[in-house]
Nanobody, 124 residues
Framework: QVQLVESGGGLVQAGGSLRLSCAAS????????MGWFRQAPGKEREFVSA????????RYADSVKGRFTISRDNAKNTVYLQMNSLKPEDTAVYYC?????????????????WGQGTQVSVSS
């Protein structure tokens, strides 16, 4: 398994931007597909975005498509989530996840390792 640490969360006004980072330990980061999920109070954890090992294939939830961008830097063992045009409904704890293998995945059960989460709050 890989150890994951998220950062970059915070409080922002609607329409603003944040960039989340997820730093991974280990020397085999490039062998992992990565994903971002989020969980709002009282709701189940949901898929946000995912990226394959090379960064060449990405997926987005319909609710964030066109506003969020996932990327990765394998040299820095880091995956990013650029979030623009934020809305109050984007408020949640955001989790980074990793799965062994190269293929993009969009469901919670397909991921092996999880970070501790970072809070994103969007005010109206």
């Amino acid at each position: 398994q890989v150890q994951l640490v998220e950062s970059g969360g915070g409080l922002v006004q609607a329409g603003g931007s944040l960039r989340l980072s997820c730093a991974a330990s280990g020397r085999t980061f490039s062998r992992y597909a990565m994903g971002w999920f989020r969980q709002a109070p009282g709701k189940e954890r949901e898929f946000v975005s995912a990226i394959d090992w090379s960064g060449g294939s990405t997926r987005y939830a319909d609710s964030v498509k066109g506003r969020f961008t996932i990327s990765r830097d394998n040299a820095k063992n880091t995956v990013y989530l650029q979030m623009n045009s934020l809305k109050p409904e984007d408020t949640a704890v955001y989790y980074c996840a990793a799965r062994g293998g190269s293929v993009v995945a969009t469901t919670i059960g397909q991921y092996d390792s999880w970070g501790q989460g970072t809070q994103v709050s969007v005010s109206s």
